[in-house]
């Protein structure tokens, strides 16, 4: 005959594991939520995520970077729930059922290793349009010399850019009159790859969205980063109201009054392919509605009001 405090370990045992199994189960077949795409958008969307959770914790979010034309090809083929775009949407991409609604906006911003012989006059001037033209398309200007007018300087101009489908190459190329494929220079994965390129290379010079170059928890540029003011104006002079790089917060608002110029900044959009599932269209009416409170202190800008209404009455 069994012994009875065997037998009782036995049926707790068992319990145990049918517990684990029950909740393992629950855990599985709870209501899932995929998203995947630009590196722009996943801070924020870790952010919305967490905080969407907290009220309803019986859905499941999975959420990976990859690029923007990682989410539009993972949302159209029907691999994620939600794709996140960090650019227009493109006519053909419509034509092949592609719905999306835009949620914040962000911007990019050029950047430059901060330990670079020139550093300091270009943060105290700014550089032109004209000048990013020169080095990132036309690959007239090759020397950092070139760049400040100092012609004894002779050490070249390493550019950087991106070599997954994107939307900050995009939107930095669309800034300058092209596009993607036409940006020069060294192609890095991923936004935080090329990050790591410049501020590793006292001859780099590249572009980022600001979530990437401004350290979350300072707010100011990420170590051996410095962000390269635009002299909109083109007069050679970092005017006051065009000075506003040395925190994260100062281009935030900039982005938000418009000041800083669109493109480089602009819309983020969740896709998806015809319609969002119920319950993902549940998260994305979140977002546009609770969840707008947290952007500003994510880094993000809000979208107006009246731009949140017609979101949401895409939606409808």
């Not at 003011?229 to 608002?253: C, H, K, Q, S």
Request: with cysteine; aromatic share 8%.
């Amino acid at each position: 005959m069994m012994n009875k405090k065997l037998a009782l370990g036995i049926s707790l045992a068992a319990m145990i594991v049918t517990t684990t199994s029950i909740a393992a189960f629950m855990q599985l077949s709870a209501p899932k939520i995929t998203v995947s795409g630009a590196w722009a958008l996943y801070p924020m969307m870790v952010r919305w995520s967490e905080e969407y959770r907290r009220t309803n914790p019986d859905i499941r979010i999975e959420l990976s970077a990859g690029g923007a034309g990682k989410g539009m090809t993972d949302a159209l083929t029907g691999l994620v729930d939600i794709g996140m775009v960090s650019r227009e949407i493109y006519p053909e991409e419509v034509d092949q059922g592609a719905f999306w609604v835009a949620v914040v906006k962000d911007a990019v911003v050029p950047t430059m290793n901060k330990a670079n012989l020139v550093s300091q006059q270009i943060l105290a001037t700014g550089l032109s349009k004209s000048v990013f033209l020169s080095i990132c398309l036309y690959e007239n200007i090759t020397t950092w010399g070139q760049v400040v007018g100092r012609p004894e300087i002779t050490d070249d101009i390493h550019v950087y850019t991106r070599s997954d489908s994107c939307g900050a190459a995009e939107t930095w190329a669309q800034y300058l009159g092209g596009r993607q494929e036409d940006l020069k220079g060294t192609g890095v994965y991923g936004d935080p790859g090329l990050a790591d390129a410049v501020k590793n290379d006292p001859l780099g010079i590249g572009f980022n969205n600001i979530n990437y170059a401004y350290d979350p928890s300072s707010s100011k540029p990420i170590k051996g980063l410095a962000i390269i003011p635009i002299d909109l104006d083109g007069n050679g002079i970092l005017d006051p109201d065009e000075d506003f790089y040395n925190a994260r917060n100062e281009i935030v608002d900039a982005i938000a009054a418009g000041t800083y110029p669109a493109p480089p900044s602009r819309e983020l959009n969740l896709v998806t392919k015809v319609g969002f599932s119920a319950t993902a269209r549940g998260f994305v009416e979140w977002i546009l509605t609770e969840g707008q409170q947290y952007a500003v202190e994510t880094g993000y800008v809000q979208l107006s009001d009246s731009r949140l209404e017609e979101e949401l009455s895409k939606l409808s």
